[in-house]
T-cell receptor
């Protein structure tokens, strides 16, 4: 599975959009981009995933560049409860479908 | 609240004890996972069960013994653990494959301390 690169930490003001970048320049055609987050003392929480097209759900939007080498997770109106470590993971379907490999992630701190 | 329930939430045990961690889900998922997370580190995969059969063992020491008695339950039996095994143990579940990318859903973990 392709490796990802994320900033170590980011800050965001409450109520503003949080844009979390992820580079995955070695991604291959059948690999999905997944985003999870982990709030302190909780298990990881699935946020969103995508293959080629941009995706949106009730939690966030995922923007994937046309060449698929990078993506951005957007939390449209960040709240204090969004403070967490955000993990970007690239995962192929098929034989390695089950192996989520977490990197160090980005610590997002939402400030009042 | 998560749809994957792990018990107990906290466990303290001695190195000679035998204990078990339990995980339960009722989402109809047929893949279940155990992860280990040390403090300030990301989760690391330990085991994967698919259709109640062990499909991946990430070279985990034999003092950790997983069991999947049915499609809703996953256990992790612990015996003769070492202090360095103190960690948060996370369970997850997902649909199996399908080529569409199936997200994993996690419980909140069992925090294990070995004395």
């Amino acid at each position: 599975d392709a490796k990802t690169t994320q900033p170590t930490s980011m800050d965001c003001a409450e109520g503003r959009a949080a844009n979390l970048p992820c580079n995955h320049s070695t991604i291959s055609g059948n690999e999905y981009v997944y985003w999870y987050r982990q709030i302190h003392s909780q298990g990881p929480q699935y946020i969103i995933h995508g293959l080629k097209n941009n995706e949106t759900n009730e939690m966030a939007s995922l923007i994937i560049t046309e060449d698929r080498k990078s993506s951005t997770l957007i939390l449209p109106h960040a709240t204090l409860r969004d403070t967490a470590v955000y993990y970007c993971i690239v995962l192929g379907v098929g034989g390695s479908n089950y192996k989520l490999t977490f990197g160090k992630g980005t610590l997002l701190t939402v400030n009042p | 609240d998560t749809e994957v329930t792990q018990t107990p939430k906290h466990l303290v045990m001695g190195m000679t004890n035998k204990k078990s961690l339990k995980c339960e889900q009722h989402m109809g998922h047929r893949a279940m996972y155990w992860y280990k997370q040390k403090a300030k580190k990301p989760p690391e995969l330990m085991f994967v069960y698919s259709y109640e059969k062990l499909s991946i063992n990430e070279s985990v020491p034999s003092r950790f013994s997983p069991e999947c008695p049915n499609s809703s339950l996953l256990n992790l039996h612990l015996h003769a653990l070492q202090p360095e095994d103190s960690a948060l143990y996370l369970c997850a579940s997902s649909q199996v494959g399908g080529g569409k990318g199936q997200p994993q859903h996690f419980g909140d973990g069992t925090r294990l301390s070995i004395l």
